[in-house]
């Protein structure tokens, strides 16, 4: 059964260093997001990702974010200077199309901790 | 403001009881609703969806879940829990206008279920 996989499954790292988070999407899908969940808290949306473009992102994906598709199977989030507050757990999903009617396939989620 | 709160934290059953995991929204429009499950160490899996149609949908695992509009809610339901059902599960729904074209979604914030034996 396909699925999509996320490398590491925990990083730590100190504050103010940059971490690329990395995501292997189901092969025929073509709709990539980025969600996060700090702990004790709710799931949260960063970005949607489709045609090598951000199609929408949240409060949260300031300039510290970005996301890329290097090679046309990895998809990843880069944070340039990781701050505290973005220690969470980092959940990567892709899905067939972007309509209302169809359910994202999310990764194992990367634990990120910030020190 | 759209919104999805699951109510209870945890919630504990005994092996071959049913189990109902419970969820409310508030959502402007024809809801959308999903239901997904944690594993340990495990992403979030697709369990089931209410777009329209039957208020009643059937999904993985032999789990179900009741879209009902009046009491705005849509609750997990099993006939039979099995120990293998003890996982995080999350119900999940549209976050805004945009949300018919996005995968925008807002999350309740998880209820721990503990089957046992």
């Known amino acids: 059964e396909p699925e999509v996989t996320q490398t590491p499954s925990h990083q730590v790292t100190q504050m103010g260093q940059e971490v690329i988070l990395r995501c292997v999407p189901i092969?025929?899908?073509?709709?990539f997001y980025w969600y996060r969940q700090i702990l004790g808290q709710k799931v949260e949306f960063l970005v949607s990702f489709y045609n090598n473009e951000i199609s929408e992102k949240s409060e949260i994906f300031d300039d510290q974010f970005s996301v890329e598709r290097p090679d046309g199977s990895n998809f990843t989030l880069k944070i340039r200077s990781t701050k505290l507050e973005d220690s969470a757990m980092y959940f990567c999903a892709s899905g067939r199309d972007r309509g209302r009617n169809t359910e994202a396939f999310f990764g194992q989620g990367t634990r990120l901790t910030v020190v | 403001a759209q919104s999805v709160a699951q109510p209870e934290d945890q919630v504990n059953v005994a092996e071959g009881n049913p189990l109902t995991v419970k969820c409310t929204y508030s959502?402007?429009?024809?809801?959308?609703l999903f239901w997904y499950v944690q594993y340990p160490n495990r992403g979030l899996q697709f369990l089931l969806k209410y777009i329209t149609g039957d208020n009643l949908v059937k999904g993985s695992y032999g789990f179900e879940a009741e879209f009902n509009k009046s009491q705005t809610s849509f609750h997990l339901k099993k006939p039979s829990a099995l120990v293998s059902d003890s996982a995080l599960y999350f119900c999940a729904g549209p976050s805004g206008e945009n949300a018919g074209n996005n995968r925008k979604l807002i999350w309740g914030l998880g209820t721990s279920l503990a089957v046992n034996p």
């Open positions: 959502v402007s429009g024809n809801p959308y």
């Open positions: 092969s025929n899908h073509l709709y």
